[in-house]
């Protein structure tokens, strides 16, 4: 019985598995170690919840990244949102931002309190709300990678044509591509290659990590959340290395094109422009952020409500370094203890894609 039969795998598949992990044990025997980085919180989870993780060959080392939109969401800008709720303001935001700790607790305290927050599973709501309130001043928190802002940019573009005055957006998206420029750039992590979220290059387009291979020389891969698609990408990755010829592939079962969405990507490209933003632990990575065009100004919360970025001292929580592949969970000292799901200290213990809270979900 194969090993990946316990894992759920079934017995027509199991073959392909098992030389797919003999395949990449042969890449490890030639290089020793190799260590890649899954860039996406679903992965994460992925790996873990499939059991994959614990059949991987010995020597590879895989590392969780910045791809979990709510954990890389810098501090101060979780502050600004809840200064914002404190006025007033009616709050519209994805559930996983809810219990993200700020320095003066979280949105779902806050809404405990009587604050106006409510949980919204589409950006679009913020139109139907806004129609439903038109005394209350609308916030949408706009947080996420190149998955989520066309919804935002779809959002802006309806509020303009029926001529709402009482919705904004307070714009936190990012951009993954820009991100892993300056971890591939980095000599001390000694990433040698990086499984790429495939639902983000759907929209983005391959061509956009072309560098990571191309300039940096680095392995990439695309992948899905299959087993089998995240199990593909992790022997092109090896090959990739032990070979010394790098070259971008995608391993999903729908397409993945090199250029893109143009739809979605020229949504973008209207209602945003690139701009700096701050990551979590990581600080301002230039032209990684999206920022309202001054076209929609009256619907960017920035422009309407005078907001400033905002500086705040870190408290003790490592989340941006796990993010960056610097630490893995248990190595900080707040995993487990002080930092629980049920108390969580920082973005990545209360995320669904979140890296400690997979770790201690199924690593446990």
């Known amino acids: 019985m194969s090993e990946f039969s316990s894992i759920g795998v079934e017995s027509a598949a199991a073959h392909r598995f098992e030389a797919m992990r003999e395949k990449l044990a042969d890449f490890l025997r030639e290089r020793r170690n190799l260590t890649f980085m899954e860039v996406c919180g679903t992965h994460t989870v992925a790996i873990f919840r499939s059991g994959l993780r614990s059949l991987l060959p010995e020597g590879l080392r895989l590392l969780s990244g910045p791809g979990c939109p709510v954990c890389v969401t810098d501090q101060g ?16 935001t994805y559930g996983d931002m809810l219990r993200v700790p700020g320095s003066s607790g979280s949105l779902l305290e806050l809404k405990g309190q009587g604050a106006r927050v409510e949980v919204v599973v589409s950006a679009i709501q913020s139109i139907e709300i806004a129609l439903a309130h038109p005394e209350s001043e609308v916030v949408f928190l706009g947080v996420g990678f190149e998955t989520t802002a066309p919804a935002t940019a779809v959002t802006l573009n309806q509020a303009r044509q029926v001529g709402l005055t009482n919705l904004s ?22 990433i040698d ?19 990571l291979t191309e300039a940096l020389g680095k392995a990439a891969a695309a992948a899905g959340f299959e087993p089998e698609e995240i199990l593909a990408a992790l022997v092109d990755l090896a090959r990739q290395v032990t070979t010394g010829h790098f070259r971008l592939n995608a ?108 770790w201690h979900r199924f690593n446990r």
């Open 193 to 211: 290659g990086f499984i790429l979220p495939g639902n983000v290059t759907v929209v983005a387009g391959m061509d956009d990590y072309a560098f």
């Open 169 to 190: 957006v307070l714009c936190l998206h990012k951009t993954v591509p820009s991100a892993l420029r300056v971890l591939a750039s980095n000599p001390a992590l000694k």
């Open 251 to 358: 391993y999903r079962k729908q397409e993945t094109p090199r250029g893109g969405n143009p739809v979605a990507r020229k949504l973008l490209s209207e209602v945003f422009d690139p701009c700096d933003s701050r990551w979590r632990g990581m600080g301002v990575i230039p032209g990684s952020g999206y920022r309202v065009r001054k076209e929609y100004a009256r619907f960017d919360a920035t422009e309407k409500f005078g907001l400033s970025p905002v500086s705040v001292p870190n408290n003790g929580c490592r989340c941006g370094e796990v993010l960056s592949g610097v630490l893995t969970p248990p190595e900080c000292e707040l995993y487990g203890t002080a930092c629980t799901p049920l108390t969580p200290v920082g973005p990545c213990m209360v995320s669904s894609e979140g890296t400690c809270g997979a």
């Open 77 to 92: 800008e979780i502050d600004i949102a809840l200064n914002l709720a404190k006025k007033d303001y009616v709050i519209l």
